[in-house]
């Protein structure tokens, strides 16, 4: 069985653009969740979504949406990029939420 | 919010050494697991162990939850064994989100 699948791996944008991080879930999975790695710290939780709907939402400005398709797959949406946002975004799935999650190989997002 | 410390924040080995990676938290919780970040960004699963003992090869790892802390152990280390080592919590309820310590980075020396 695919692990849980994160596109595309590498990616750079300038500041001020927008972009668009992609998950697809382990088969089964109906839970996603979004998490930021900076340099240096651990991941810190963006979006949880569970059964298309949002249930839970970290510190994160306006800018940052998600969303969670009929399929369970999901989409990170970062609008007005900002240097600070350049990271390691992690996408991680679980059957539901509160059990054990799977993530995936992370999307690295350099802002220049 | 719940607090989630690391200790030691690094540690060098020689190949073949024993260590203890230890993880505190502040608050109880329903669910808590180890990862092992490879050089390329990816979280390994290690253990999903709320409570109790596991082990897996040389890798074991004990949770007390009454006390509020994990420990994780690497016998016979090995150079790749190196990279970060997490844990992470989840209070529980609907949102299962994980609340990550700073992780220990290893290095096994050859």
């Known amino acids: 069985d695919a692990g849980v699948t994160q596109s595309p791996t590498h990616l750079i944008k300038t500041r001020g653009q927008h972009v668009t991080l992609r998950c697809s879930p382990i088969s089964g999975h109906k839970s996603v969740s979004w998490y930021q790695q900076v340099l240096g710290q651990g991941p810190q939780f963006i979006f949880q979504y569970y059964e298309k709907e949002e249930r839970g939402r970290g510190n994160f400005p306006d800018r940052f949406s998600a969303r969670q398709f009929p399929n369970y797959s999901s989409e990170l949406n970062v609008n007005a990029l900002l240097l600070g946002d350049s990271a390691l975004y992690l996408c991680?799935?679980?059957?539901?939420?509160?059990?054990?999650?799977?993530f995936g190989q992370g999307t690295r997002l350099t802002v220049v | 919010g719940i607090q989630v410390e690391q200790s030691p924040p690094d540690l060098i080995l020689q190949e073949g050494a024993n260590s203890t990676l230890r993880c505190n938290f502040s608050d109880s919780v329903n669910n808590l697991q180890w990862f092992h970040q490879n050089p390329w960004g990816q979280l390994i699963n290690l253990f999903y162990?709320?409570?109790g003992t596991k082990q897996n090869g040389r890798l074991s790892a004990t949770t007390v939850a009454t006390e509020r802390y994990s420990l994780l152990y690497i016998s016979s280390s090995q150079t790749t064994d190196s990279g970060v080592y997490f844990c992470?919590?989840?209070?529980?309820?609907?949102?299962?989100?994980?609340?990550f310590g700073k992780g220990t980075k290893l290095s096994v020396k050859p």
């Open positions: 992470a919590v989840d209070m529980g309820g609907s949102q299962g989100n994980l609340i």
């Open positions: 991680a799935s679980s059957y539901q939420g509160g059990v054990e999650a799977f």
């Open positions: 162990i709320p409570s």
